[in-house]
């Protein structure tokens, strides 16, 4: 326990020492809410099931009631989830102005459930859909009143052309979130990567752009090494003990 008091100390030190500092947050940070990751060795989604034939543009595109019958029940559970202790601290280190946001690699809205204001979701979200005919917006909610009535997929009341959700599917460009991003960290001091395996390309290159880099994950990452910091523990344990150590406490 010592090794690991050690690190929550000298992660303390940086984070306060460290501006500008963001997070990089992955699945890992969103199991305590319930939701699975993708790629720990026994329990993670993309070992059950191959997502590029379940989860990509070509798969909607071929056969988007197939596509919705394998991912709907998944993303609604990503979008009826709740905030944990580690989306809660995060918010908590925000509004201190110790990191200056979140980026993100996961659609499940729960930073910004948890209050973060300065979050970049880098696949996208599920707080929306869009038609592929006529491009107008709905609430993810509509997509899923629309299948849960037998319509499937789900159409635009306006052109009946088919909803899909605003995240990024394999196969599709980059989000503008990206984009930005990228942009928000020049000059970045500390990147804390929270719950990501750093695997998926090209978020797992963003590291690159910090002086500085902290990783939380419970596997090891090909980061790992070049890492100030690694702690293979729960990002909600690293963050509650965090905040102590700072002297703060978790929001509610």
Request: aromatic residues 8%; proline residues 6%; contains cysteine.
């Amino acid at each position: 326990m010592g090794d690991y008091n050690e690190k929550i100390s000298t992660l303390a030190t940086l984070i306060r020492v460290s501006r500008p500092c963001f997070v990089l947050s992955g699945a890992g940070i969103s199991t305590e809410s319930g939701i699975p990751d993708f790629r720990s060795a026994e329990t993670g989604l993309w070992t059950k099931i191959d997502p590029v034939k379940s989860a990509s543009l070509s798969a909607f595109l071929r056969d988007p009631a197939a596509f919705y019958n394998m991912n709907l029940k998944r993303w609604r559970d990503l979008h009826e989830a709740c905030p944990n202790d580690a989306h809660r601290a995060l918010f908590v280190l925000e509004r201190e102005g110790l990191i200056v946001g979140v980026i993100t690699q996961n659609i499940d809205n729960l930073h910004i459930k948890a209050g973060s204001r300065r979050v970049w979701e880098v696949h996208g979200h599920l707080r929306t859909c869009r038609c592929m005919s006529c491009k107008q917006k709905y609430p993810f909610g509509h997509l899923l009143s629309n299948y849960d009535g037998g319509e499937n997929p789900p159409r635009c009341p306006e052109c009946r052309g088919i909803l899909r959700p605003d995240v990024v599917l394999f196969e599709d460009p980059m989000s503008v979130d990206y984009n930005k991003a990228e942009k928000a960290l020049t000059g970045c001091q500390l990147i804390i990567v929270a719950g990501s395996s750093l695997q998926v390309y090209p978020v797992a290159n963003l590291p690159a752009l910090a002086r500085r880099l902290v990783i939380i994950n419970r596997d090891p990452t090909p980061w790992d090494e070049r890492a100030e910091i690694v702690i293979n523990e729960s990002t909600g344990k690293v963050f509650r003990d965090l905040l102590a150590e700072l002297g703060l406490s978790l929001a509610h």
